[in-house]
């Protein structure tokens, strides 16, 4: 669940679309459909989005040998409000069979063209870093609490930073990273995932992701570990690794 933080602010489904599966080639492990509605993905802009996806799953597996195997990826055209994540958003959905599902905003300044170049890329990465850890939103392999959710969409939102390429202010560290952080870790564990990773009562918003991007480059910084050693390791490691 990427940060691409409008997407909990948007409902989470799916009808009326003809399911279209173009550009899959035969030796790549990912599978690529297209949620064909109102408004259509063309040919040029389809082989774009599988030139990326293709690449990106290419090189996230030399970086992350626990990506699994057989993954899906479903891209829809949306009319959200996209535009402080690239024009894109996405979630992790299953990880078994691996499932992740994008959307991408036709009404993002320059189009659809444009948001598939300033956003795509890095939520293949930030997705597809879930994926590797087992962060699903149905089958997921952690149990409950905002600390865990900050941790996993930190080292997403890090990892597709520093390899993907682009950074948003959406889900950058906050000044009051520190203080964010210790209000999620006396959180009960039932405590609303929506209130805390997308928009709280006080106006604050994706105070999770946030905090996790801060937390994540605090552990870096702590214990001179780099993003990919750091994924390896349990979130309860990584706060203590930061120094909570």
Known sequence: MILKIMALLIPFWFTGFDIISDYTE??????IIYKDGEQTFNKEQKEQIS????ESEADIRKLLPTLPEGIRVELELVDWDLDVVGGVTGRTETNEPPLVLIQISHVYPGGIDAAILDGLK??????FH????????QDNKYGPGIDTAAVNEGLAVVFAENYAGASFEANGVPEEGDAWMKEILVLP???SYRDWMFEHPDGRRAIGYRAGHFLIRKAMAK???DIL?????????LIELAGY
């Open 26 to 31: 035969e030796d790549s492990p990912v599978e």
């Open 130 to 137: 879930h994926l590797s850890r087992g962060w699903a939103i």
């Open 122 to 127: 890095s939520t293949v990465y930030h997705e």
């Open 51 to 54: 030139k990326i996806i293709f």
């Open 223 to 225: 214990s001179e570990l």
């Open 189 to 191: 564990k039932n405590a």
């Open 229 to 237: 050693e750091l994924s390896s390791k349990s979130p309860e490691n």
